[in-house]
C-alpha cells in the first residue's frame, strides 16, 4: 500500500513536469518569433479575386524554420490558408527577416491573418489579423479600375475625381512620388501587380531593372502602360525599358503647336505655349498614332503581347499640361488609357446601381458567372425543378391533411388511428424522398473542364487559363492538382509559373464574392501549397459540386508564320500558318472590325504548317457575326417598294455554349460590351482582345481537342464529361504606308478597247 501511494505521487510530479515543459515550450516558441511590420497590397489597397502582395518582418526566433501562412476567405466563406516559401532564420542575428508573398482574398469584408508554423515543432498557430496603422485596408470589387501613378501626372488625380462622382468606387488611385535608381517601391513582381489596371509614369525615372522586368511582364499579360518621355530622350534611352517598350522615339526634339492634342480632346481649353517645348520624335510606322502635331505624332498606341503602351511626346508635369483644364467634355485621362468614361456610357451608371442594389432578377451579373453555371450544370444529376418540389409538397400536405381526416372520419370512422397513419405517411415520404434522391445523385465522380490557351508570336509566350468544376458522391477532403497535358508538354517551352485557386464568382448573392462577411470559423479550411500547384484538404459534401481555377505562363518558340499586312484601310491581306502540334477547329481571324473564315466546312480544320491566303477567305463585319446580326428585304410589285428589316440575337445568358461564351469574352468590347449582354467582363478583362486587334494585331481563335491542363483530384483523373479548350494564337501585322510620291501604275487610266 505505500509503494502504491509513492508511485502515484511519483507518476503525478512527472506528469505535471511534462506539463510544464510543454507549458514553457509553447510559451517560448510563441515568444521566440513575432510577426512585425506587416503590409498588404499596394499601399493597404486589395483587389478581390486577385493574387496580392503581402509582406512582414520575424523577430528573433533565431535558428528556427518557419512555414508563413495566410488565411483569409474564398467565395463561399471557408477559410483557405496560403502557404507561403519556409524561411530561415539566422542562428545570431538582431536584423529581423522580410517575408514575402502572394495570396488571393475571395470575399469582401474578411479579415487577413497571418501566423508562422514552426517546422521542426507542431505547435498551436498564433493567427495576427493585418491592420493598417494609417486607414483600414481597402477591398475593392474587380468593377473597380486601379490606376497607379509614379510622379506627378495631373490628368489623372482629375479623372479619378469625376469618374467617381458618376460611378461609385469607380477609379481608385495609387500615387507614388518620384523614385531613383536605388529603390523599389513595386510590388514583388508582375504577379503583384495583378490588381493594378494602369500604371501612368514619366521616362525621367531611372527605375531599377527589377521594376521594369515587372512592369514588362505586367504589360504582357494585358496591363496598360502610360509614358511621358518629354525631355528625357536620352534617360530613356539609357534605362532598361528601353530594352522592351514597343514605341520607341528616334530622336530628340521641339514641338510648337499643341493643337493636335486638342483636336484630340474635344470640348478642351487650347492649348497655347509661348516658344517651344522639348519633346521626343516619334515614327508613326510603329503604332497607332492618336494626336499627330506638325512635325510628327504626339500621342501614339502600341500593343505588347496582351496589353498596350501609350507613349505621349511631350511631359505631362510641364505647362501648359501642368495646369491644363482636365474638367473638359472629354476625358484626356480616358483617352491616355483607353477606356470609356462613365459620362459616355449612362448604361455602365445604371449597371452598377442595379448591381450593388441586388437588382439583379437572374443572378448572374459577369460573363464569369455564365462560365461557372456551364461548369456546374453535370446532365447525369438530373435534380428536381423547384416547380416539381412545390408539387411534392403540396401533394403530401393535401395527404396528410383532408384525405387522411376523410379516410379515417368518414371510410374507418376511427379518428384515433391518425396516431398511427400520420407516422406511416411521414415514413412512406422520407422512404420516398431518400430512394428517388438516391437514384437521382448517386453518380460517380466527374468533371466539368474548360481552357482557355493564348500563343503570342509578337513575345514569344504562351499563357493558359481553365476552370474546373467536379462533383462529390461524397463527403470528403480532396487534394486538387493540376498540371500541363502532354500535347503541351510536347511543345519546347518551360513554365514561368503554374497557380491553382478557388474559381472567383463576381456577384453579391449567395456564393458570391461580394457578400460582406469574415470566414466563418466553423467551416472547413483549406491550403492551398507554398508553389500554388495544389490545393490541399478542399472540403466537398455528398450529392455537391467543387471547383479549381488554374493559371499558367511559359516562354515558347515559333509558333507560325505570318506575312500579314494592312496598308492605308482596316482590311488585312497576306498569309499565316502554325506549327503547333494540333488541329485548329471551327476557327476565323479577326482584325480591326472584321472577321475572316474559311468559306466551306470542310475547311474548318486548320492543321499544323497549313498555309492560309486571306484572299481565299470569307469576311464579315465583327460584331455582326458576335450579335448575330440579320439583314432582310421585302419586295413589293406593286408599289415598287423595298421594305428592308435589320434585327439581331438578344443574348442568352442561359446558354450552354463554351463556344460561343469564349468567343465572346474574348471579343466582348467588339460585341457592344455591357450594352449589348448587360453583363460585366471584369474578372476575365485581361483575356478581352477586341482593343488588341485595333493595335496592328491580327487574332485566330479557334478550339482545339486536347486539354491543356490535367486536373487530378487526389492523384487521379476523374472521368470528364465536359472538356473544351480553346486556342488564340496573336499575330504581328506589318503597317505599310502608302507613298504619295510614286509614280502610277502603268495600266492605270488605260483605255480598255
Not at 443 to 451: A, G, H, I, T
Not at 677 to 697: F, G, K, P
Amino acid at each position: 500500500m505505500p509503494s502504491n501511494q509513492v508511485f502515484s505521487h511519483r507518476t503525478f510530479v512527472a506528469l505535471y513536469m511534462c506539463f510544464a515543459i510543454c507549458v514553457v515550450n509553447t510559451a517560448s516558441a510563441d515568444e521566440a518569433a513575432r510577426i512585425v511590420n506587416a503590409r498588404v497590397g499596394i499601399q493597404g489597397t486589395v483587389k478581390i479575386g486577385c493574387w496580392t502582395p503581402v509582406s512582414f518582418e520575424i523577430a528573433e526566433g533565431n535558428g528556427l524554420q518557419f512555414q508563413p501562412l495566410v488565411r483569409t476567405s474564398d467565395p463561399d466563406g471557408n477559410p483557405v490558408i496560403q502557404q507561403l516559401p519556409i524561411v530561415q532564420v539566422p542562428q545570431a542575428s538582431d536584423a529581423p527577416v522580410t517575408v514575402q508573398g502572394l495570396f488571393r482574398p475571395g470575399r469582401t469584408g474578411t479579415s487577413i491573418q497571418l501566423a508562422l508554423q514552426n517546422v521542426d515543432q507542431e505547435l498551436p498557430l498564433q493567427w495576427v489579423t493585418v491592420l493598417n496603422e494609417t486607414a483600414p485596408i481597402k477591398q475593392l470589387r474587380q468593377t473597380t479600375q486601379v490606376w497607379l501613378t509614379i510622379g506627378d501626372q495631373p490628368p489623372f488625380p482629375a479623372a479619378s475625381e469625376r469618374w467617381n462622382s458618376l460611378l461609385e468606387n469607380g477609379v481608385h488611385l495609387i500615387e507614388f512620388e518620384e523614385i531613383n535608381n536605388s529603390d523599389s517601391v513595386l510590388p514583388i513582381s508582375a504577379e503583384g501587380l495583378d490588381m493594378v489596371d494602369l500604371i501612368a509614369m514619366s521616362a525621367k525615372l531611372t527605375l531599377s531593372v527589377s521594376d521594369s522586368m515587372a512592369i514588362q511582364n505586367w504589360v504582357q499579360r494585358g496591363g496598360r502602360l502610360v509614358l511621358t518621355i518629354g525631355d528625357s530622350f536620352q534617360t530613356f534611352k539609357d534605362g532598361p525599358l528601353a530594352d522592351w517598350v514597343p514605341l520607341q522615339p528616334v530622336g530628340a526634339g521641339e514641338v510648337r503647336n499643341l493643337s493636335g492634342l486638342n483636336a484630340a480632346v474635344p470640348g478642351s481649353s487650347p492649348l497655347r505655349i509661348l516658344g517651344s517645348m522639348k519633346a521626343a520624335e516619334l515614327d508613326e510606322v510603329q503604332g497607332r498614332v492618336l494626336a499627330s502635331g506638325i512635325t510628327g505624332p504626339l500621342l501614339m498606341r502600341a500593343a505588347y503581347g496582351s496589353g498596350q503602351v501609350t507613349v505621349l511626346a511631350i511631359d505631362l508635369d510641364h505647362n501648359p499640361l501642368a495646369n491644363w483644364d482636365y474638367t473638359s467634355l472629354t476625358d484626356f485621362a480616358g483617352i491616355l488609357a483607353n477606356l470609356s468614361p462613365p459620362w459616355e456610357n449612362p448604361s455602365l451608371v445604371k449597371h452598377s446601381k442595379d448591381v450593388a442594389s441586388n437588382l439583379s432578377p437572374t443572378g448572374v451579373s459577369d460573363l464569369q458567372t455564365q462560365l461557372v453555371n456551364i461548369l456546374d450544370n453535370f446532365s447525369d444529376v438530373q435534380r428536381s425543378s423547384h416547380w416539381r418540389i412545390l408539387g411534392w409538397i403540396s401533394l403530401f400536405i393535401l395527404l396528410i391533411g383532408p384525405l387522411d381526416y376523410f379516410l379515417l372520419h368518414h371510410i374507418l370512422k376511427k379518428p384515433k388511428l391518425t396516431w398511427i397513419t400520420l407516422p406511416v405517411w411521414i415514413g412512406l415520404a422520407s422512404l420516398f424522398a431518400t430512394s428517388n434522391a438516391t437514384a437521382v445523385n448517386q453518380q460517380p465522380l466527374q468533371l466539368r473542364q474548360v481552357n482557355v490557351v493564348d500563343f503570342d508570336a509578337t513575345v514569344s509566350k504562351v499563357r493558359g487559363k481553365s476552370w474546373m468544376n467536379f462533383y462529390s458522391p461524397e463527403t470528403s477532403r480532396n487534394e486538387i492538382s493540376a498540371q500541363l497535358s502532354p500535347t503541351l508538354s510536347s511543345i519546347n517551352f518551360t513554365p514561368v509559373f503554374l497557380r491553382t485557386s478557388f474559381v472567383e464568382r463576381p456577384e453579391t448573392s449567395f456564393r458570391g464574392m461580394y457578400r460582406d462577411g469574415d470566414f466563418d470559423q466553423g467551416k472547413p479550411s483549406y491550403t492551398i501549397s507554398a508553389n500554388r500547384d495544389k490545393i490541399l484538404n478542399l472540403p466537398s459534401t455528398a450529392w455537391s459540386s467543387g471547383s479549381a481555377s488554374c493559371e499558367w505562363e511559359a516562354g515558347c518558340g515559333e509558333v507560325g508564320n505570318s506575312e500579314l499586312i494592312v496598308e492605308g484601310t482596316n482590311r488585312i491581306s497576306g498569309q499565316l500558318s502554325h506549327s503547333l502540334p494540333f488541329e485548329i477547329h471551327d476557327w476565323f481571324l479577326s482584325f480591326g472590325s472584321f472577321v475572316y473564315y474559311p468559306r466551306g466546312e470542310d475547311l474548318r480544320v486548320l492543321s499544323k504548317d497549313e498555309a492560309v491566303d486571306l484572299e481565299s477567305l470569307g469576311s464579315n463585319l465583327l460584331k455582326g457575326v458576335m450579335i448575330g446580326l440579320k439583314q432582310s428585304a421585302i419586295y413589293r410589285e406593286r408599289g415598287k417598294r423595298t421594305d428592308a428589316s435589320v434585327t439581331r440575337d438578344t443574348y442568352n445568358i442561359y446558354d450552354d455554349d463554351p463556344f460561343l461564351l469564349l468567343r465572346m469574352i474574348s471579343f466582348h468590347q467588339a460585341a457592344g460590351g455591357l450594352d449589348y449582354t448587360h453583363l460585366d467582363n471584369q474578372s476575365n478583362a485581361e483575356l478581352d482582345l477586341t482593343q488588341l486587334i485595333q493595335q496592328h494585331r491580327a487574332v485566330l481563335f479557334g478550339r482545339i481537342e486536347e486539354p491543356s491542363v490535367s486536373f487530378k483530384i487526389d492523384g487521379k483523373e476523374p472521368a470528364s464529361k465536359l472538356n473544351e479548350t480553346f486556342i488564340r494564337l496573336i499575330y504581328p501585322v506589318e503597317k505599310k504606308l502608302r507613298n504619295n510620291d510614286a509614280a502610277p501604275d502603268a495600266d492605270f487610266l488605260k483605255v480598255v478597247p
